[in-house]
């Protein structure tokens, strides 16, 4: 692809590096892992010995504290190699609310060894069966008991959990209707899986349409020691929104290296395939869908740098983080949709890739935030239209 500023793409040594990794993990690699649904193992090592996945880490724990638009361009790029970094891109986001809320002495014994993969923080536990996008109404608690907090209750799509050593749990510590606001009495917790496991904490893995490593949980009367609370009581549904946005642009920035693969591929193959005695890509009907993909990537990959640029500012982006993820995910859904068309039938074939991708790249439709929540979010908080929920 003819990428206008590629020549003075931002990161452009660190998109080098990681083209050059994900060189060796092919698409058989991923064909294989998808077909029997197993975690990267080795993928997701040689991303963390090669430092990628302590990109946004501080110095001082031992990442390499790049700003969070590096962190994007490391996202970007795997996806675009035709990887999936959906095996690890959450230790890059949640490892944010670690970092800002967390006690120095939770950041010194945790992120060091984050940063050298000697744990990983992968797993976030915040969705519920019940309560799904109403987060204010999941019904998981962790009651004090001394110096342990007791952990009651089921989170649904807790991703990579059975892959992690961290996971950053959302429990309700008071009531909801105990408390002064309803985003008021939920708190946040460091849980050690392996300290849990088989005492209060049970993980089922469920089957998708992707391979996604996702889970349920369950915690029955798992206890948890009261230090691994993070930051205060009560706040902690600020903490997870604080870290929000970062997803958004991260996995924003993944559908745009999406977006660039199916481009990629579809610009290829419609050069190459001959059928009328012509390639299929001198046909306006095979050019402008995959055209328009483009543009849609292109105004995407903007919006990511700008919600990118305000987030290191300190300014709130939620409004541009927002529309990134919107953007993007439809950007790469269109350049999917234009890729599995282009190459006809062998669009369905799985040894070309085409198929896994576009079942993969699906799933930022509705997670981790779904488009019509977007939509409200913005018609509510930029627009000024009443809630509608
Ligand atoms: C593969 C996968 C991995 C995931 N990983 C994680 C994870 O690691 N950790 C985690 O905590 N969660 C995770 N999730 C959960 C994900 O964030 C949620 O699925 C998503 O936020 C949508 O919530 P829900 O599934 O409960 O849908 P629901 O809230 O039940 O919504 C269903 C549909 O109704 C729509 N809807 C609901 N309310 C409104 C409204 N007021 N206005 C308009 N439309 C509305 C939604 O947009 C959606 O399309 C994952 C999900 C999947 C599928």
Redesign the pocket.
Known sequence: MNEPGKGHERYAEIRDGVRQLCANFDGEYWRVLDRDRAYPTEFVRALTEAGYLAALIPEAYGGSGLPLSGGAAIMETIQHAGGNGAACH?QMYIMGALLRHGSDAQKAKYLPKIASGALRLQ?????EPT????TTSLKTTARREGDHYVVNGQ??????AEHSDLMLLLARTTPKDKAAKRTDGLSVFIVEMGAALGKGLTIRPIR?M?N?S?TEVFFDDLRVPAENLLGEAGKGFRYILSGMNAERVLIAAECVGDAKWFIDKAVAYAKDRIVFDRPIGQNQGVQFPIARAYAQMRAAELMVAEAARLYELGADCGAEANMAKLLAADASWAAAEACVQTHGGFGFAEEYDIERKFRETR?YQ????????IL?YLAEHVLGLPR??
């Not at 797993?123 to 969705?127: D, K, N, R």
């Not at 309560?131 to 109403?134: I, L, V, Y």
């Not at 989170?155 to 990579?160: A, C, L, P, V, Y």
Request: hydrophobic share 40%; charged share 10%.
């Open positions: 959450a797993a976030f536990g915040v969705t309560s799904g996008t109403d989170k649904i799509w807790t991703s990579r998708t992707m996604h996702t799933l509705v997670a981790p935030i779904s488009t019509n929540l409200s509608s929920y």
